[in-house]
């Protein structure tokens, strides 16, 4: 792993890149109201933005408050989002979610951490992703596509999110916190992706240490592998 302040000088030195790569990085999750970010992104667990957005599309047409969704049928709630996988569990969570919110925070969804943890189903990421897009706050979203790229830059050697985030914090600069989190997502999503990177259309490989080993296997063993 590289040092502390190597990593520094490589995010420093990545972000341009990256923007210039990826000038609409921002969210993928459709929404116009925190609380509409706060449901997609309940749906999102262990689905595409893409399935998500299309089910939210009729969604959100529909319930337009916590107290919509507490009024709801929960089988006919299930029917709505089932295209989302994990729909009864979904749907509860949706609806524990939103009785706390309105026996706890008004029906408002919080502006800051402590509040939005508190909310069933909501973590950390949840909570940096509403922070960052709804109330324009620093965070680091670490979803699984930062993760990811963020174990293979060699910015983090945890194995955790929350101790991930940790690493990030300290050699991402707070005022590039946001822009980071959307722009490693979307390079995860289409070069730096799960089962087998495009090392080769990579722009910043050369700050990479999976594909320094990469290189340094290819030159021992005559070929990548």
């Excluded at 939005?116 to 979203?141: Q, W």
Aim: aromatic content about 8%; proline content about 4%; some cysteine.
């Amino acid at each position: 792993m590289y040092t502390k302040r190597t990593r520094q000088k490589h995010v420093r030195e990545m972000i341009p890149i990256l923007e210039q790569e990826y000038p609409d990085a921002g969210p993928r999750l459709n929404f116009s109201t925190p609380f509409e970010l706060l449901i997609a992104s309940i749906l999102a667990a262990q689905c595409t933005d893409e399935r998500v957005n299309e089910v939210t599309e009729t969604l959100f047409d529909k319930y337009k408050t916590p107290q919509d969704y507490i009024d709801s049928d929960k089988d006919t709630l299930i029917e709505e989002i089932f295209s989302t996988g994990a729909y009864s569990r979904k749907a509860n969570r949706i609806k524990l979610c939103c009785k706390t919110l309105i026996e706890k925070f008004d029906s408002k969804v919080p502006d800051n951490m402590d509040d939005l943890i508190s909310l069933p189903g909501v973590g950390r990421k949840t909570a940096n992703m509403l922070l960052v897009n709804c109330y324009d706050k620093p965070g680091i979203i670490m979803d699984t596509h930062l993760v990811r790229v963020s174990e293979r830059l060699g910015l983090t050697d945890k194995k955790t999110p929350d101790k991930m985030e940790e690493d990030l914090m300290e050699v991402v600069a707070k005022k590039n916190w946001s822009a980071f989190s959307h722009l490693i997502m979307f390079h995860g999503q289409s070069v730096c992706v799960s089962r087998k990177p495009r090392c080769e259309k990579c722009k910043i490989s050369r700050y990479c240490d999976y594909y320094r080993k990469k290189l340094w296997w290819s030159q021992i063993h005559g070929g990548y592998h």
